[in-house]
């Protein structure tokens, strides 16, 4: 019944939706997300063209795809080295790279994109790709912040248009979040459903509100520990041994911040008071705002909360 109701709302009759099989697939931006999905979708049979701003940053993806496969090749074939070199072979093979949009989004069924978190340079890749791509091709966002309504609306293809959230690392997390705005169609909302799980993972439905449901959840979670220890409540220490022996959390909050990088949950928060200035939620921390400024910003810089040198 949820589901017919879902159908009506978006416009479709039952009849009318059908899933689109998604095999050739662009990724855009060779990040340590793009990199990732590349990866797995590689692995997963796709063809894939991986697509940054230079060839240096693509052999810099490639070399990451290549030592993330042999960390997953020592467990899955731990008994037998030579499949686990002729699986990786076999991946990389499906895995082109490009600098060129253009040419790259040719016979595409999915452009997924994977830039840098800024809306105006998202649109003007999106307004671009919509008259490079083909008719069929479905866009996807993979945005941890920014609504997907403002990114497809510089594109004519509101109906073609979804986000698919992954999270870090790619080929570790089970999670997609899947993302539909009220013009999203059915079909195309099936068809990342439906692609996700062919990638090995478990999605989950979300409305385009900010932070969809995990960052939602877990910006406001990671700042409040910052504060709690900025208040003298407690060690960073204490707060990830706490986190993780008693909630059973893989990492604590600061050792997590440190490997998403501070200057991304900054600015996820900061969008967000712009947003809703009096949520206390959302108010800031000092720390964070000065360990950014330092241009300390995690692991990627050798020093956050912990120093990694
Ligand atoms: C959240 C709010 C913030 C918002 C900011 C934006 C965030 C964004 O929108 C959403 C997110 O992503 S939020 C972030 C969400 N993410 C989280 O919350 C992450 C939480 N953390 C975790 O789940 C675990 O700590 C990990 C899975 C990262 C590591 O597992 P571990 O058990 O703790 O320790 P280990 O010893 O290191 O690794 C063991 C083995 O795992 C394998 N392997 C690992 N990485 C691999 C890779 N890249 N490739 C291939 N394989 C990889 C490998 O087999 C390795 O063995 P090896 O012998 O070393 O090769
Ligand atoms: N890092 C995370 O934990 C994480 C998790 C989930 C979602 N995200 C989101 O995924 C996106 C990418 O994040 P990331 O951490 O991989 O970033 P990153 O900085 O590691 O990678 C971004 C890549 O995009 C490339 N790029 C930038 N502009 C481009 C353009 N116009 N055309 C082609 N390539 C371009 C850059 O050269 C870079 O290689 C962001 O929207 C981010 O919010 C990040």
Redesign the pocket.
Known sequence: MAFFAHQIRRGFSSSAVRNVVIKQVTI???????AGIAQVAASTGHSVNL???SDD?LKKSIKTIEGSLKRVVKKKFADKPEAGEEFIQKVLKNVSTSTD?GSAVQGSDLVLE????NLK?KQD?FSRLDKLAPAHTIFAS????LPISDISSATNRLDRFGGL????PVPMMKLVEVIGTSTTSQETFDSLLNFSKVLGKTPVSCKDTPGFIVNRLFVPYLYEAVRLYERGHGSKEDIDIAMKLGVGYPMGPFELSDY??LD?IKFIMDGWREMDPDNTLFAPSELMDKLVAEGKLGKKTGEGFYKYK
Do not use: C, K, P, Y
């Open positions: 855009i931006g060779g990040g340590q997300m793009g697509v940054d701003t940053i949009v994977a830039i840098v978190e340079i890749l993979n945005t941890s912040s959230h992954f999270f870090n998403i990088g991304t």
